[in-house]
């Protein structure tokens, strides 16, 4: 069937894909949706989230639905407003500004439609979720379809990669969904099954969920056996992917225990290759991605781009600082962890003692009798933690930034030196000033401060800013891969890339995010994004304090683009990142 998968009458570029994630609830299905489209993003592909749960808190109740003569479906309708407008109940709502679902409704592919509020959201128990609930199963059935209409919409509109953000727990919905793309060309089709055994990380997940919209404002302890009853139902009608789909030809990858074991079936289109590859690499080990620029440099005095100058006596310096502050960092980050683990243990214990412990083995069972995958112990490799991780310090080729980490310990830290951290090669303009290049060249100027993201330097070698994220693709996933802390210490063009993936900053601003010498900047993966810290190194004591980082994420307008200009605006803060604040 080749409008479910790659079709070779055409080139992939011409192709778009739905990604149909699958899976209970509390399996890490929305962590792995957020990675997906931070690293599909910043490849370059217009890629959007269709969240279910969203659109089906905006459904209203059972009570708010009645039988239509008109329907041949037998689906249920909301009464006053349509059940397939995303402001369903919206427009009593001040905080969705009163828009009218046609209003909401007409958007395009860089454009997002709302998503739910508090207020006008509708909390649905347990009993919503049971299977032999029939007008609630009709309910939800029609919510998740209206998505996946909004979804094909938005790819008509220009859109790339769309992924449907739901359970599709079900063969009957996934059929569904497999005859309704049936009349679509050139929208290939991938399902990504989150299967998960392992209690402890299950108990963690249910933790995050009694903290979600679902829940605001209801007990804990309520809202944890409230969503323990919905995972029960979940579980009755819930069917693994499996020879009912793979008798429609269609793609499928199975990721079990977040990456520890994969299983990818009839991957053939590019995108869909990326896809996999991609979620082959992900865990979920405590661990923290340090980003900074070399010491200044020689030429950093006299402010000329590229070249291989050796540090200034101030970036020994600053050298020698850094190398003290990750080692206390280190032993700090060490104390974090031992500290959640704890915190985490005391929860597993109150599962434990309150009987929820035994109800997860029955779930996690059915799933490994399901997919006929092997059980892990109780003790996740967080919980097994008693010693401090590896570190690696990754510099690129070029004096400066080895020079940078001279101070470094061998016997503690694995020192590699990588040439993709290399900066943007300026071509025929290295070794110069800007204001030399303004001068001598100001038709090539000009074009790069309107368009730095794709702008090529002249001369061989000459590289933009999209060469540079193609560069730092296999870069970013051995970041996603590997289960220990990393230093990156690299230049201006490649911290910009890297801080863009890991804080899913729109490649628009990457190029014009101001990141000056003597910062650090902090990921932390965690469950719902990467939480960012950032230090600024003093000169005049040698060491570092923790700032806000809100404050230092910044863009600078070029003057060519806003004349009169000078002030930075502070970059947008995606849902899926955090800043921590200021200690």
């Known amino acids: 069937m080749l409008a479910l998968g790659h079709s070779d009458a055409r080139t992939d570029s011409d192709h778009k894909l739905v990604v149909v994630m699958v899976g209970l609830p509390a399996r890490g299905k929305s962590y792995i949706v957020k990675k997906l489209k931070r690293y599909l993003s910043w490849l370059g592909f217009q890629t959007k989230i269709f969240n279910v749960g969203d659109r089906r808190r905006l459904a209203g109740s059972i009570d708010d639905y009645e039988e239509s ?34 209003e909401k409704d007409e958007y395009t592919a860089d454009q997002q439609p709302p998503d739910s509020c508090n207020k006008c959201a509708t909390h649905h128990s347990s009993a919503f979720f049971d299977p032999n609930n029939k007008k609630a199963k009709q309910i939800r059935e029609q919510v998740a379809m209206d998505v996946f209409e909004d979804l094909l919409r938005w790819l008509q509109a220009g859109g790339q990669i769309a992924i449907h953000d739901a359970t599709n727990s079900t063969i009957e919905r996934r ?51 409230d969503f323990r009853a919905r ?23 199975k990721i079990i225990d977040v990456g520890k074991k994969v299983i990818a079936y009839n991957i053939q289109g590019f995108l869909e290759s990326q896809v996999v590859f991609y979620l082959m690499n992900m865990n979920l080990e405590p661990r ?49 962890v031992e ?7 005391n929860f597993m214990a109150g599962n434990a003692s309150s009987g929820n412990s035994s109800e997860l083995e029955s779930v996690a069972s059915h799933e490994s009798n399901t997919n006929s995958t092997a059980r892990y112990p109780l003790e996740s490799p967080e919980m ?9 310090i990754w510099t690129s080729m070029l004096k400066r930034t080895m020079e940078t980490v001279e101070d470094f310990d061998p016997e503690r830290y694995r020192i590699k030196n990588i040439r993709s951290l290399n900066e943007i090669y300026a071509g025929k303009f290295e070794g110069m000033t800007y204001n030399e290049i303004s001068r001598s060249y100001p038709e090539e100027f000009e074009a790069r401060q309107l368009d730095k993201f794709f702008y090529r330097y002249p001369g061989i070698g000459g590289e933009s800013y999209a060469d540079v994220v193609l560069r730092l693709q296999q870069v970013i996933v051995e970041l996603e891969r590997i289960r220990h802390s990393v230093l990156l210490v690299t230049h201006r063009a490649m911290a910009r890339t890297l801080l863009s993936y890991f804080m899913d900053i729109p490649t628009t601003h990457m190029p014009e995010m101001d990141l000056p010498l003597g910062y650090v900047y902090a990921c932390e993966p965690r469950p719902f994004g990467n939480f960012l810290r950032v230090w600024k190194y003093d000169s005049q004591t040698n060491s570092f304090d923790e700032i806000d980082p809100g404050s230092v994420l910044k863009i600078r307008y070029p003057k060519v683009l806003i004349p009169g200009q000078t002030a930075t605006t502070l970059l947008p803060s995606p849902a899926e990142t955090a800043y921590s604040s200021k200690r």
């Open 69 to 102: 003569p008109d329907d041949t479906r037998g689906v249920q309708r909301k009464r006053n407003a349509g059940i397939g407008n995303s402001t369903a109940g919206m427009d009593e709502c001040s905080d969705c500004n009163g828009k009218s679902d046609t």
């Open 175 to 225: 059929n569904t969904l497999i005859n309704r793309l049936k009349t679509e060309s050139d929208v290939n089709l991938l399902f990504v099954e989150s299967i998960c055994t392992d209690k402890d990380i299950i108990n963690r997940n249910i933790k995050l969920k009694t903290q979600s919209p679902d829940y605001v404002g209801i007990d804990p302890e309520v809202a944890e056996a």
């Open 231 to 253: 995972l029960r139902n979940y579980e009755r009608a819930y069917k693994s992917i499996g020879t009912a789909e793979e008798q429609f030809e269609v793609q499928y990858c």
């Open 288 to 336: 923290v991605i340090y980003i900074t620029r070399h010491g200044e440099s020689e030429d950093n005095l006299t402010e000329r781009i590229g070249g291989d100058a050796s540090l200034s006596p101030n970036g020994v310096r600053y050298a020698s600082a850094l190398a003290q502050f990750i080692d206390r960092r280190r032993s700090e980050f060490a104390s974090e």
């Open 339 to 345: 500290e959640q683990n704890q915190k985490l243990a």
């Open 384 to 392: 097994q933690r008693h010693v401090q991780p590896d570190f690696e």
